[in-house]
């Protein structure tokens, strides 16, 4: 049987409480047990750092948000374009689809020393492996979204003579765009994952730098100050997504 | 009266020429211009696959076709055709107003005559005002294909093509909007090609009858149905004549069948 669903405010207080009651035993169970700081730092030690060092975490923030934001956009940006250009002719699809196909299966740690390799180390590697890894899930859910109307809407668009445009900005892209922002939601988050492992690679500056740099100087707190910054980065994005869709798909 | 559609050994199917399956073999058919002509037949006999062939959707293997006097090609370009499908097929993001207006927003190009934009009468007519700015999903299901003909209806077309509209409606829903198309239908005086599985509906809407029987596709029953009726072209469904009528149909959809 179904369980009911919960009142209100338990619904938002319970997830709240959840996430106390692991803070407050993280901080206090975990010294209690014997476990090191320099393996798990505490909770208000990690808080400490965004005191101490805020200026060097924004400062590294700043570098990631930019590549992340620039290969989101970019990244889906070309996804979305090949897709419009794949549903229009069945030739360019089942000539290239299986090579893109092919270039999704190379992990991406594999692919980002070439992209540093032949992008140098400043920001725009980064931006292209934040873009690469947002491409492949946008293609093919927005290939899948624009093929998406039935029958008897194109037959619809068809009684009423209306021109491939037409049929594209009246019916494929109002059908293709729940399945494409359900892609750019995902996307929101491994953008910044694509700009971090980038910057591990080969970089100075960001918070994939500072996760690598905190890591090799056992500088745990720091380590997972980056950490908790980055998601707070992906959760950032991810409500943005959210918000325009809000506004765009009322339906 | 003239033909709104004259078909002679009219013969569809789909695949290539030389291999094709056949839907519709050897029809023949004339429809008088303004009647309500209510087409029955088992799955597969080619009663949606006709209607396709009328609105220029699908082109005729062999014979030939007139539809209003014209190519179906020439008749859809005046927008002198409305199609209603089964599914009420309103885009979900536009609102109702805007779905009935659908066709002032494509298809202007190849236009070869100004249509009006009646949403708002036709709105009111179908008892849909006060709606315009509800969301198709806000709707009932009924409500959605009284938006569907109304869309169907902006152009003023001279010939309505309607797919199982009703089919998927509660019997009580389905009951009425016949009697509204009844009187949409004296009102306007389009010729109405109506395709639908229920005898009892067929009988009840139509002045003629006719039931395809499938493999391939053509007509085994040709039925006159004006006798039947009184005043507005309706009918007692309790009327014995109409009982031993639709069991006459029934009895040439078993063969169908």
Redesign the interface.
């Known amino acids: 049987m179904r369980q009911a669903p919960l009142p209100p405010a338990l619904a938002i207080a319970l997830p709240v409480l959840g996430a106390a009651s692991i803070l407050f035993t993280w901080q206090f169970l975990l010294p209690w047990l014997g476990v090191p700081a320099y393996i798990v730092p505490t909770p208000t030690a990690i808080f400490g750092v965004f005191q101490k060092s805020f200026a060097l975490l924004l400062g590294n923030l700043w570098p990631t948000l930019i590549e992340a934001l620039a290969g989101f956009v970019i990244g889906n940006l070309a996804a979305v374009m090949l897709a419009v250009l794949f549903v229009h002719s069945r030739v360019l699809q089942a000539a290239y689809f299986p090579i893109v196909l092919f270039f999704n299966t190379i992990p991406i740690l594999a692919l980002s020393p070439i992209i540093i390799l032949i992008f140098g180390l400043g920001m725009t590697p980064k931006i292209v492996i934040a873009a690469v890894i947002c491409f492949f899930p946008t293609l093919v859910n927005m290939i899948r979204g624009l093929d998406s109307a039935?029958s008897?809407?194109h037959?619809?668009?068809?009684?009423?003579?209306?021109?491939r445009s037409?049929?594209f900005w009246?019916?494929r892209l109002?059908r293709a765009?729940p399945m494409l922002f359900s892609s750019l939601r995902i996307a929101s988050a491994t953008a910044v994952i694509g700009a971090i492992v980038g910057e591990w690679i080969g970089s100075d500056k960001g918070l994939g730098a500072l996760i690598i740099q905190a890591s090799f100087n056992y500088q745990s707190d720091r380590l997972y100050a980056a950490i908790v910054l980055s998601s707070s980065l992906s959760i950032a994005l991810f409500i943005l997504v959210v918000a325009i869709e809000l506004r765009i798909?009322?339906? | 009266m003239a033909n709104a559609i004259e078909a002679n050994r009219l013969d569809v199917g789909y695949g290539g020429r030389q291999t094709a399956v056949k839907v519709l073999a050897g029809l023949d058919l004339a429809v008088a211009a303004g009647s309500f002509l209510s087409i029955l037949g088992p799955s597969g006999c080619g009663k949606s696959t006709l209607l396709?062939v009328v609105?220029?959707?699908l082109d005729p293997l062999g014979g030939t076709i007139s539809v209003l006097g014209d190519t179906p090609h020439a008749v859809?370009?005046r927008?002198d055709?409305?199609?209603v499908?089964?599914?009420s097929?309103l885009?979900?993001?536009r609102t109702v107003r805007d779905n009935v207006r659908?066709?002032l927003?494509?298809?202007q190009?190849?236009?070869t005559r100004k249509i009006e934009d009646r949403s708002e009468e036709l709105l009111e007519l179908m008892g849909l005002a006060g709606f315009g700015e509800r969301?198709?999903?806000q709707l009932s299901g009924g409500q959605r294909q009284r938006v569907a003909i109304a869309r169907a209806l902006l152009g003023e077309p001279r010939l309505l093509l309607m797919d199982e509209p009703f089919g998927a409606l509660d019997e009580i829903t389905r009951d009425r909007l016949n009697d509204e198309l009844l009187a949409l239908w004296r009102r306007t005086g389009t010729t109405i090609l109506f395709v639908t599985h229920s005898i009892a509906e067929a009988a009840y809407l139509g002045e003629r009858v006719i039931v395809l029987a499938a493999n391939p596709g053509r007509l085994i029953k040709d039925l006159d149905m004006r006798p039947f009726k009184q005043d507005g072209n309706r009918c007692s469904r309790e009327d014995p004549a109409v009982i031993a009528a639709m069991a006459e149909l029934r009895a040439a959809l078993e063969r169908a069948s």
Request: hydrophobic letters at 45%.
């Open positions: 039935s008897s809407e037959e619809l668009f068809r009684v009423l003579s209306a021109t037409e049929i009246s019916l109002p765009l798909i009322k339906y | 396709r609105a220029d959707l859809r370009s927008r055709v409305g199609f499908f089964q599914d097929t885009l979900p993001w659908l066709p927003a494509v298809g190009g190849s236009l969301l198709p999903h």
